[in-house]
């Protein structure tokens, strides 16, 4: 099996830079997704393909992928960012796995 | 506006049966991958089953291979999960969630339905 490890928790100040990080053996060579939920809410795809973003997602979410480490970017964090926020990847033998997600707080 | 809405979660015993249902709008669903995807309370997100465009193709996790049957009718834009057998470690909110092919990751989500087992 492949197993994707997210810290349980980030915290940041409004304005600032949160990172959250996804680790996998070799996930540089997989396609890394994120996605961000809201209390109560369904998950909503912020980045795709390591570095991508749906249209209507701002510029402030973007992503990274090298190595054994993929990390979604928040810049300039604001109130409203404060979500879980789950990594996923595919490949032809595990399908999907997702991370365990990690919790952001704007503080 | 592309839309996806589950419908037939509800509290069954262990042993129990249920059906789940997604209809979709918005989009041509017969062009489109399929999954379902669950959240126990208070925990993350695990993928349960995956079905092609066509149905032709099916993938179960492991946790619910042999129980659940995932089907689809794209006359009726809709989207099935038989789930036999259930378990209590089966409550969750159960989502549908559209595929994109190549890289497969899930550009929408339904809103979710509450599936409870328990006696």
């Known amino acids: 099996s492949y197993v994707l490890t997210q810290p349980p928790s980030v915290s940041v100040a409004p304005g600032q830079t949160a990172r959250i990080t996804c680790g996998g053996n070799?996930?540089?060579?997989?396609?890394v997704h994120w996605y961000q939920q809201k209390p109560g809410q369904a998950p909503v795809l912020v980045v795709y393909?390591?570095?991508d973003r749906p249209s209507g997602i701002p510029e402030r979410f973007s992503g990274s992928n090298s190595g054994n480490t993929a990390t979604l970017t928040i810049s300039r964090v604001e109130a409203g960012d404060e979500a879980d926020y789950y990594c996923?990847?595919?490949?032809?033998?595990?399908?999907?796995?997702f991370g365990g997600g990690t919790k952001l707080t704007v503080l | 506006e592309v839309q996806l809405v589950e419908s037939g979660g509800g509290l069954v015993q262990p042993g129990g049966s249920l059906r789940l249902s997604c209809a979709a709008s918005g989009f041509t669903f017969s062009s489109y991958e399929m999954n379902w995807v669950r959240q126990a309370p208070g925990k993350g997100l695990e993928w349960v089953s995956y079905i092609s465009s066509s149905g032709s193709t099916i993938y179960y996790a492991d946790s619910v291979k042999g129980r659940f049957t995932i089907s689809r009718d794209n006359a009726k834009n809709s989207l099935y999960l038989q789930m036999n057998s259930l378990r209590a470690e089966d409550t969750a909110v159960y989502y549908c969630?559209?595929?994109?092919?190549?890289?497969?990751?899930?550009?929408?989500w339904g809103q979710g339905t509450l599936v409870t087992v328990s006696s």
């Open positions: 969630a559209r595929a994109r092919s190549v890289t497969y990751y899930f550009d929408y």
């Open positions: 070799n996930i540089g060579s997989k396609s």
């Open positions: 996923q990847v595919w490949d032809s033998s595990i399908h999907w796995v």
């Open positions: 393909d390591d570095s």
